[in-house]
């Protein structure tokens, strides 16, 4: 259920139907800014493939109603594409409006005590809107590093520390500074912009398994090495705990905003359907998808609870609610398959960590009853780091030039107007090599990537050319290598990728510069050095 009619300009030949559609377009941009500004919510989900709801695939063996309503209620946007298909980088990339391979992160994602990946003087979404007015939460899944106080290193700043561990340490990623849980975090959310934070500090199965509330752990925290990767966890909390106290906080949240005369900002990161796989009893057996169909049923259920609090509220006609994902999904969609015939990234190639369309294109939709007209459809290739430029155009503030510089606002889509993004859209998978979209074609900087053994979609013979295009608007499900054939499109999306790596940017405006290697080394991605 991939195809749709792309919404596209029309010629206007007539100079009265061309005044009389300026004239009405003023008078909507007039209604537009007397209207009080919308509380803003951006539901991610973690690992959610775009086969695994029933509304983008009819033959997904998970029933995901609430994802459907949604879906019928607002704009689908069928072409959105995550900036990385992991985690961090995604992540990154949304809360600042800058591809996250412009950060000191150029591959991989951050372990579990990694200082934060956004520094000071870096502006985030939460930035953006709480100085024009809004309230700031984060209820959910962080997973972009924190800045934790050291037992016995006194005043020492905390990057320092981690990355004499780091460099100690054989499993570098999960290195152990010797955080002290008890003292309060110095970098997160909450000096990122966030009035009001309620986190997990990454991925449900890395350390520490605990709940962090305005940068102070809940509870004690303690070593129980089979809890998580790490082995810290406050033993009062089950893994199965996450997806209901994080909803009842977000029931809380909007219930208290609701009394206030400002709007507000609620960017609410899921743990879920990421591993480990702990649906809660009532939604075992939901699906014909095992454990993780089930854990996707439980995400369906979350949904309908945020509805139901701003519906419940009185808030619900004047929210924009945008749904995403951070990235395809998981490799054990291999197992779903054998097991359930389920494709967790539908007709799409590939999945989480690579470039291929199953790795970074995923479900998206936006729902604003006051604006948007239900069953809207787009197939414009976007990303999510236009999501930042969006909201600044919501609420009407000009950007500055040195923030955001990857975002391209597609508020016209939201009012059912043309739009095209001009700039290509730019991908990277987990080893921080480059793909670039721009029309119907998608370039990668670098040979195919290998699937699992199984794995859906995979063609029966793997192209070892150097570089990879494919057409989209005929081949889908990228099994057809058109380099070669197409040499002049080749070096054409080479070479303006390679603009946009050099110029610091992708969006009009000055030359700035990327930032070095976040672990200190010579940054190298594909070919490219600068």
């Known amino acids: 259920m991939i195809e749709s009619t792309k919404i596209r300009t029309c010629k206007i030949k007539n100079s009265r139907l061309f005044i009389g559609l300026l004239a009405l377009l003023c008078i909507n941009a007039k209604a537009f800014s007397a209207s009080p500004q919308p509380n803003i919510i951006f539901v991610y989900f973690d690992d959610l493939g775009y086969g695994?709801?029933?509304?983008?695939?009819?033959?997904?063996k998970i029933s995901t109603p609430n994802f459907d309503k949604f879906a019928e209620e607002g704009l689908t946007l069928l072409d959105a594409h995550t900036p990385s298909a992991v985690c961090t980088p995604s992540r990154y990339g949304v809360l600042t409006g800058r591809y996250p391979w412009r950060s000191g992160l150029k591959s991989g994602v951050l372990g579990s005590f990694s200082p934060s990946l956004i520094r000071p003087g870096r502006r985030t979404i939460a930035n953006l809107l709480g100085q024009n007015g809004y309230n700031t939460a984060i209820i959910g899944k962080w997973h972009l590093g924190l800045d934790w106080q050291v037992k016995d290193q006194g005043e020492a700043e905390y990057k320092e520390v981690y990355m004499k561990a780091y460099k100690e340490n054989k499993n570098q990623k999960y290195a152990d500074?010797?955080?002290?849980?008890?003292?309060?975090?110095?970098?997160?959310?909450?000096?990122?912009?966030?009035?009001?934070?309620?986190i997990c500090s990454a991925s449900w199965d890395m350390s520490p398994i605990a709940f962090i509330e305005d940068g102070r752990v809940e509870g004690e925290v303690v070593t129980k090495k089979k809890h998580s990767k790490t082995g810290y966890a406050n033993p009062q909390v089950k893994l199965e705990d996450a997806l209901p106290v994080f909803a009842d906080k977000v029931d809380s949240y909007i219930k208290k905003m609701a009394?206030?005369?400002?709007?507000?900002?609620?960017?609410?990161?899921?743990?879920?359907?990421?591993?480990?796989?702990?649906?809660?009893?009532?939604?075992?057996?939901?699906?014909?998808?095992g454990l993780y169909g089930d854990f996707v049923t439980e995400c369906d259920w979350v949904l309908e609870r945020l509805m139901s609090s701003l519906k419940e509220s009185g808030i619900d006609e004047n929210t924009l609610v945008i749904v995403s994902s951070d990235n395809g999904p998981e490799n054990d969609m291999v197992i779903n398959y054998a097991k359930y015939k389920h494709k967790g990234a539908g007709i799409l190639r590939g999945r989480k960590r690579n470039n291929f369309e199953g790795g970074n294109r995923i479900p998206t939709f936006l729902r604003w009853p006051a604006k948007i007209e239900p069953s809207s459809v787009s197939s414009e290739p976007l990303s999510l780091v236009d999501i930042y430029a969006t909201c600044a155009d919501v609420i009407d503030v000009q950007l500055s030039e040195r923030e955001a510089e990857d975002s391209h606002s597609f508020l016209p889509l939201l009012f059912g107007q043309p739009y095209t993004r001009e700039a290509g859209v730019v991908m990277v998978n987990s080893g921080g090599r480059f793909a670039m979209r721009k029309g119907d074609w998608v370039y990668m900087h670098h040979k195919a990537e290998n699937s699992p053994e199984g794995a859906p979609n995979e063609p029966k013979e793997r192209d070892n050319s150097p570089v990879q295009l494919y057409n989209l608007s005929t081949d889908i499900e990228q099994k057809f290598n058109k380099a070669s054939q197409y040499p002049g499109k080749t070096k054409e999306l080479e070479e303006t990728l390679g603009s946009y790596i050099k110029n610091g940017r992708s969006n009009p405006g000055i030359e700035v510069k990327n930032d070095p290697t976040y672990y200190g080394k010579k940054w190298k991605q594909a070919e490219w050095v600068y």
């Open 52 to 60: 695994d709801l029933s509304c983008l695939n009819k033959e997904s």
């Open 259 to 289: 009394k206030e005369d400002k709007p507000f900002f609620l960017y609410y990161p899921s743990t879920a359907p990421h591993t480990p796989h702990v649906p809660n009893q009532k939604f075992i057996g939901k699906s014909d998808a």
């Open 177 to 198: 500074p010797g955080v002290d849980f008890k003292q309060k975090i110095v970098l997160g959310p909450n000096e990122l912009g966030f009035d009001y934070s309620y």
